[in-house]
Each structure stands twice: as C-alpha cells, then as structure tokens.
C-alpha cells in the first residue's frame, strides 16, 4: 500500500550531472529514513546514500563529495544530486523507504522500480 515512486535516470557524458527523485505514497503514516541504492550487472546491490526524516546523512565512499542527497519531508520525497559522473556510476538506481503505515506497528522496507542511469565516456 505504499508506492516508491524514481525518477530523473537519463543518459550523461562523464563529468555531468543528474537529479533523481523519489516520492513515497499511499498509506504512509511516517518514514524513518530513506535511501538510494544501485545496481550494475553483474555486481551486487549498494547503498549510495541515506537521510533519515531528521537530516542525518550517510554516504558510499566512492560518491562523497560528489553526490547530495536531501529531501522534502512534506512531500515524504528524497532527491539525489549527482555531480561529476564517472563511467562507473553507471547502473540501475532504487529508492528504500523505511516507513509506517498506518495499520502497522513497526516499520517496513519498500522499493521503488528503478531508474536507469548511463554515463558515457
């Protein structure tokens, strides 16, 4: 009954930037936190970033200093900016958010479907 919805994928040459959006909606009491994560063929799933709903942020090595993620607790929305893209960047990227409903007692992941992003050397 919650829908994770990502947008903003596209394809970029190296060293130029994208925004992905995600917005979390239905039955959401509350979120916790949320987070983006990707995932390029063949390799396994990562964590690139997280905020909970009080601001603190957490980040992958390989993209700090370069990627921003915040986000628009009215809107229950999470925003990823990425700067400087490399090649390797490239992959599908999935947004979690850790949310009540309101028929819940705990808190639950749910995923979004995926944007795609391609940087081009």
């Known amino acids: 009954q919650v829908r994770v919805v990502e947008s903003g994928g596209g394809l970029v040459q190296a060293g130029g930037s994208l925004r992905l959006s995600c917005a979390a909606s239905g039955s959401v009491r509350s979120i916790n936190s949320m987070a983006w994560y990707r995932q390029a063929p063949g390799k396994q799933r990562e964590l690139v970033a997280a905020?909970?709903?009080?601001?603190?942020?957490n980040y992958a090595d390989s993209v700090k200093g370069r990627f921003t993620i915040s986000r628009d607790n009215a809107k229950n929305t999470v925003y990823l900016q990425m700067n400087s893209l490399k090649p390797e960047d490239s992959a599908a990227y999935y947004c979690k958010a850790d949310a009540f409903t309101w028929s819940s007692l705990r808190a639950y992941d749910f995923w979004g479907q995926g944007t795609q992003v391609t940087v081009s050397s």
């Open positions: 905020i909970t709903s009080g601001g603190n942020t």
